[in-house]
């Protein structure tokens, strides 16, 4: 069993009975409102990744800066485990649509994230060019035969339904767009291919993509946190909606809603 923080040594001092809450946003835009919010704020800097330890409305609750990416969002997820026990992780931020159907603002609650960045290409002689549509094969990176050196499938990783159920639970306090489930993509790329985009949401399921979810839960997983990934539309070119600054925020303080939800159902027990 790893050895608690000192912070979490410290919350449970001044009165908490439980771990504190990770909500994790990739940028600026994505992060420092929810920092704005804390109270008995303290800032500290592990390696280039950022954490602002406090509380909100009397529940412990750290912010993570994880920086853009899957590698960084993965050491951040990584470092935070370890360094807080936590008890579940959060991950929100900005996304760019693949559904028609969806639009700026309307908000993404994962009900899965999968890796759309991790593929096995069909095999071309020098010459014959590359087709990004024929990279069908996707690679499971938590393969259960470790052996195996091309595990072909796609891997879910699901929310945890506490968290999942308590973003349902104050979903209609949200006015700036819809609140809808679905499947959430990540991947260390930015999609502007529209046929690229169809070809995800049919074979993933995918509603909206982004760059850090699926990494994060992968590492939540192997350390059994609860995890949910929630992804507002920034912009989408299914649509030929535009992406608007404003969006980061509108997601933030739907967050902050179901945090204050889920802290106080897990009070009770």
């Known amino acids: 069993m790893i050895e608690p923080d000192v912070l979490h040594r ?10 504190p809450l990770i909500i994790q946003g990739a940028l600026p835009v994505e992060c420092e409102h929810l920092a704005s919010q804390l109270t008995s704020v303290e ?11 406090g509380q909100y409305q009397g529940f412990p609750v750290i912010i993570s800066k994880t920086r853009m990416g899957m590698t960084n969002s993965a050491a951040a997820t990584a470092i935070a ?45 020098l010459g014959e060019g590359a087709d990004a549509l024929a990279w069908r094969e996707a690679f499971d990176m938590l393969a259960e035969d470790e052996t195996d ?5 796609i891997r879910h990783f699901y929310a945890d339904p506490a968290l999942l159920a308590a973003a349902q639970h104050v979903r209609h306090g949200y006015t700036a767009g819809q609140v809808v489930e679905g499947i959430i993509g990540s991947a260390d790329v930015w999609n502007n291919e529209l046929d690229r985009i169809a070809f995800f949401r049919a074979t993933y399921g995918t509603v909206t993509e982004e760059m850090e979810g699926a990494s994060v839960a992968q590492v939540a997983a ?10 507002v539309v920034s912009n989408n070119l299914t649509n030929q909606q535009a992406y608007n600054a404003k969006t980061g925020q509108a997601c933030q303080d739907f967050v902050f809603k179901v945090v204050q939800h889920y802290l106080a159902e897990l009070s009770k027990n």
């Not at 410290?10 to 771990?19: C, D, P």
């Not at 936590?86 to 603002?105: E, M, Y």
């Open 81 to 125: 485990i370890l360094k807080y026990q936590p008890c579940a992780i959060i991950n929100q931020g900005t996304s760019g649509g693949h559904d028609p159907a969806l639009n700026v603002f309307d908000l993404v609650l994962g009900r899965a994230v999968c890796n759309i960045g991790a593929f096995k290409t069909p095999k071309k002689a």
């Open 222 to 231: 192997q350390f059994q946190v609860p995890f949910l990934a929630i992804r």
């Open 10 to 19: 410290a919350f449970l001092m001044e009165g908490f009975t439980m771990r």
């Open 149 to 153: 050196p091309e595990p072909i499938a």
């Open 43 to 53: 800032m500290e800097t592990i390696g280039g990744w950022v954490f602002w330890k």
